[in-house]
């Protein structure tokens, strides 16, 4: 599969564009398992094999994928505000940290720098308990810095921004509403 993807491209960027992008055709998210509480550890074989995972099925795929490819990458662990997330309102106490529940990618790109991406949210959203397949190439193409606008990594080393700045949680859950930007 990593040959298939990734042979026709020289670009580093491109190999990892192309598997970002083969993830959104080829896996669904699981919304029995994770509205059921039913999601098991996923291996990559289990994912290509049931075409469904939620986040660290994607992640982990991501990786098998892009490791063969020859692409420096790994899985990234901690909080994203996605499905279930509300933004506090002014006054509201902060949750305590939690940088748990989600993953993602980092993966080496062409200029020798480490990018941030999600190719679980680039692959479709959540409506309602019901997964819509559709394509969101901004969980590949964003900067690092907006990344970290919905992505806490429980690891700060995974923050990867150009100032090589570790943001505290309190910015991170008080900071605006990534989904406010996508639309």
Not at 98 to 127: E, F, M, Q, Y
Request: net charge negative; aromatic share 12%.
């Amino acid at each position: 599969l990593a040959r298939v993807l990734c042979g026709p491209f020289d670009s580093l960027t491109d190999k990892a564009r192309a598997i970002f992008t083969w993830l959104h055709h080829n896996i669904d998210y699981d919304t029995e398992a994770f509205f059921g509480k039913t999601v098991k550890h996923a291996t990559p074989e289990s994912t290509l094999a049931r075409g469904l995972a939620v986040c660290g099925g994607y992640a982990g795929l991501f990786v098998a994928i892009a490791l063969k490819a020859g692409l420096e990458c790994v899985m990234v662990s901690g909080h994203g505000k996605g499905y279930g997330y509300s933004q506090p309102k002014e006054g509201e106490r902060i949750p305590t940290a939690s940088p748990t529940g989600h993953a993602w990618n980092a993966v080496r790109i062409d200029d020798g720098d480490w990018k941030l991406i999600d190719p679980c949210w680039g692959a479709g959203h959540v409506d309602k308990q019901r997964y819509v397949r559709k394509f969101a190439p901004s969980h590949f193409t964003s900067s690092n810095e907006d990344f970290g606008l919905s992505h806490f990594p429980l690891d700060d080393a995974y923050f990867l921004r150009r100032d090589k700045r570790a943001v505290s949680w309190e910015e991170y859950i008080i900071g605006s509403d990534p989904r406010e930007s996508l639309q």
